[in-house]
């Protein structure tokens, strides 16, 4: 098998514009859904799916959603996860509030939710960029998980704010077991990757890179800035708010506001520096890493260390290796996980010849 | 030049002033471009010229003057609107998008002709793929036009500088405008390069009717290619005319020849 391009000639415009316009893309990214979807619930257990495979296509999805904004639109945000709070309490209250209300459309009005919040407070990204946007965004993570935290209403007055998330039902099937939750997730991010694929390589993601890259330029080609960076936080909150949702509903359980602090928002971010800023593959890959990277180290410590430090020293190992890598793909590789399996590619187009 | 034909004044501007705090760009400039000429602006460095295409296109609001173009006095405009009515630029320090291909950015110039709205580009349903293919098809045509079919697919902050300059013209020809404004278009670049861009031009000028509107230092260019040329200096105009008239005129060779010379 080789991946190569050679033979395939693109006769349309049609066929040179398909969302994989390789061939041994198109396989590859078949075989993937194929494991993912058949072969993963079979042959990982329990434990495995439930504290790492759901987690991981959880923040796949909020940074998918980050990455659009900052990625693609150019808006650095710090707020991700506070619309993940959002998306998260949004559906619960709609559970809660709206007689059968089904759990998908729940998801649907939290993304939707947090996409309202989002846009608000996207509003300072007109005035003004870059570092002062980011702490225009930090306002709204403190803002947010306090006023969640501050008015009983959102969490029906439970002590502190904490939200148990109800059963998840569909057509009277009851999501209970980690491998029906698990293809639940899957399923969902799947189609948003999809769209998320879509948007960016159509006009609106077009618009999204011209902002980023030359904002005067885009307007005098007739691009709207306001409404380019309004969708921008619009379809990127909305996409942590599900992420936020599921995070709740398919994974924890249990949450409360300060669930969704700035660390996780700082994580999500980690995620897309060191996946690839500007890549939907990027999301996943950062995401992978930084969800197996502890569990990794963890078990280095243990097996191979174990005797030289104490356990407790993993966790900060852990913070040393994180920083370290975030300062090794801001200088080395800014594009990231993304760009390296690119190369790699790259390398694999010309296999086994050199040059 | 060929058998093109200069219509009627479709661009109007009369007494512009424009002041950024104590600077005075412009001072009460009055001028007019035709229908499918080319329209050359001259002058020293800091005239006003740049400022004069930012006040077109409504990246500038003047303090005072009134803009009619085709016939309709205009009101404070943004430049999104002067895209819409087909005014199209390129800008004097190159403003790609770095991080896109060619023919994305080149794509990106189609903007305001796709219709597709969010929902049916997300989910690739009704007009969403066909614009794609329809728009792709007037994109490769423009890519043809201006030689640069082998670099499509490049990231254009990997392109040589003259290159990059004619990927801008293409972002702006993509938009189909109807007239043209052109910020230095051959600075910096080598005498071949400036000749192909000339002839770019012209043939732009030539086989769409474009209004051309254009800047340019290379006096030898400017009077090659232009109908009427339009001198200012310290923000004020000095000199209006044919290619020959501003030639001869003496406050211009004072102000801006002689220097050049
Ligand atoms: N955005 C701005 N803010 C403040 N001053 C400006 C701005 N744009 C232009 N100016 C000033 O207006 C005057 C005219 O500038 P402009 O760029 O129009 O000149 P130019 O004729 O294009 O010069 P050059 O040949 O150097 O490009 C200059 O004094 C410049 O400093
Ligand atoms: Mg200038």
């Excluded at chain 1, 509030?97 to 309202?116: E, H, N, Q």
């Excluded at chain 1, 691009?223 to 380019?228: D, F, P, S, Y």
């Excluded at chain 2, 600075?187 to 400036?194: F, I, L, P, S």
């Excluded at chain 2, 200096?233 to 102000?255: H, L, M």
Aim: charged content about 20%; glycine content about 10%; hydrophobic content about 50%.
């Amino acid at each position: 098998m080789f991946y190569r391009e050679a033979g395939q000639f693109k006769t349309t415009y049609l066929a040179d514009q398909q969302i994989f316009p390789i061939t041994q893309d198109r396989i590859g990214v078949l075989l993937i859904l194929a494991v993912a979807f058949v072969a993963v619930p079979m042959l990982f257990n329990e434990y495995w799916i439930k504290a790492i495979l759901i987690p991981f296509l959880i923040f796949s999805l909020a940074a998918l959603g980050l990455n659009i904004l900052t990625g693609y639109a150019g808006q650095l945000s710090l707020g991700s996860a506070a619309f993940m709070a959002v998306g998260a309490f949004a559906s619960y209250n709609f559970m809660l509030r709206v007689d059968g209300m089904p759990i998908l459309i729940a998801f649907v009005c939290g993304g939707l939710s947090a996409a309202v919040v989002g846009i608000a407070f996207g509003l300072p990204s007109l005035r003004i960029k870059g570092f002062y946007l980011a702490v225009a965004t930090l306002a709204a993570q403190f803002f947010i998980v306090w006023a969640l935290t501050k008015f009983g209403w959102f969490s029906n007055y439970s002590s502190s704010g904490v939200i148990t998330a109800q059963e998840m039902q569909i057509f009277g099937y009851k999501f209970v077991t980690a491998e029906s939750k698990y293809l639940l997730v899957l399923s969902i991010v799947v189609l948003l990757a999809l769209a998320a694929k879509n948007m960016v390589r159509s006009s609106i993601g077009r618009a999204w890179m011209a902002v980023r890259d030359m904002d005067v330029a885009a307007e005098v080609i007739g691009i709207r800035i306001m409404h380019t960076k309004l969708l921008a936080f619009a379809v990127s909150s909305f996409y942590c708010g599900v992420a936020g949702a599921l995070y709740a509903y398919a994974y924890i359980g249990t949450v409360e506001p300060e669930g969704f602090n700035l660390d996780l928002s700082f994580k999500i971010l980690f995620m897309i520096i060191i996946g690839g800023v500007g890549s939907i593959v990027g999301a996943f890959l950062g995401a992978a890493f930084i969800v197996l990277l502890p569990i990794a180290l963890d078990v280095m410590v243990q097996e191979w260390l174990h005797g030289i430090f104490p356990p407790s020293i993993s966790s900060n190992l852990q913070l040393v290796v994180f920083g370290g890598l975030i300062i090794f793909f801001l200088i080395v590789e800014p594009h990231g996980l993304a760009r390296l399996w690119q190369i790699g590619k790259q390398k694999l187009r010309l296999w086994p010849f050199p040059h | 030049m060929s058998g093109r034909k200069i219509g009627e004044v479709i661009l109007d501007l009369q007494n512009i002033s424009l002041r950024f705090g104590g600077v005075k760009a412009l001072t009460n400039i009055s001028f007019d471009v035709r229908e499918h000429e080319v329209r050359a602006i001259i002058g020293p460095n800091g005239a006003g010229k740049s400022s004069m295409l930012n006040v077109i296109n409504g990246v500038y609001h003047p303090q005072e003057g009134r803009i009619n173009f085709r016939g309709e006095e205009r009101r404070k405009m943004e430049p999104h609107m002067a895209a819409m009515q087909g005014i199209a630029r390129t800008f004097q320090n190159i403003a790609l998008f770095k991080g896109m291909t060619v023919l994305d950015n080149v794509m990106t110039g189609r903007i305001t002709k796709m219709k597709a709205n969010f929902l049916e580009q997300a989910i690739r349903i009704g007009r969403a793929g066909r614009e794609e293919v329809e728009h792709r098809k007037k994109v490769e045509e423009v890519i043809d036009f201006l030689e640069i079919q082998h670099i499509r697919k490049t990231p254009v902050g990997r392109l040589p500088y003259g290159l990059q300059k004619r990927v801008e013209l293409a972002r702006a020809l993509a938009a189909e405008p109807s007239m043209l404004l052109l910020d230095e278009p051959m600075a910096g670049m080598n005498v071949e390069e400036k000749q192909d861009m000339c002839r770019f031009i012209l043939d732009v000028n030539d086989q769409f009717g474009t209004t051309i509107v254009l800047i340019e230092h290379d006096m030898g260019v400017v009077m090659d290619i232009s109908d009427r040329v339009v001198v200012l200096d310290y923000g004020k105009k000095i000199g209006d005319g044919t290619p020959d008239e501003v030639r001869n005129n003496q406050e211009v060779i004072a102000a801006y020849l002689g220097v050049a010379h």
